[in-house]
Nanobody
Framework: QLQLVESGGGLVQPGGSLRLSCATS????????IGWFRQAPGKEREGVSC????????NYADSVKGRFTISRDNAKNTMYLQMNSLKHEDTAVYYC????????????????????WGQGTQVTVSS
């Protein structure tokens, strides 16, 4: 059974850092593009970052460029999102997602293109 489980969320002060992890099981991560998405109360889910299965190609939303870093460790079946210089507007539930792409250099920040999702982890940036 394919599963994605996020961890690492929590409460952090503005300017602080968090590292989110997404542990996967039940599939070979080598062939999947992966992404991080977030959804704040009353807002639509938005793409934060993605990384292709091959290359890699990495994309970031403009709002997080220079502050967030996505990475993957296929040997551990885990992906990460390092978040630095956090702002109030980064407060949201963060989700990891996977999309089967075989071996592709592409990844998308569109949530409707992803097949598998974690349950989400809350990130709250507040003083």
């Amino acid at each position: 059974q394919l599963q994605l489980v996020e961890s690492g969320g929590g409460l952090v002060q503005p300017g602080g850092s968090l590292r989110l992890s997404c542990a996967t099981s039940g599939f070979n991560l080598d062939y999947y593009a992966i992404g991080w998405f977030r959804q704040a109360p009353g807002k639509e889910r938005e793409g934060v970052s993605c990384i292709s299965s091959r290359g890699p190609t990495i994309n970031y939303a403009d709002s997080v460029k220079g502050r967030f870093t996505i990475s993957r460790d296929n040997a551990k079946n885990t992906m990460y999102l390092q978040m630095n210089s956090l702002k109030h507007e980064d407060t949201a539930v963060y989700y990891c997602a996977a999309k089967w792409t075989h071996l592709s250099y592409e990844c998308s920040l569109r949530s409707d293109t992803y097949d598998y999702w974690g349950q989400g982890t809350q990130v709250t940036v507040s003083s």
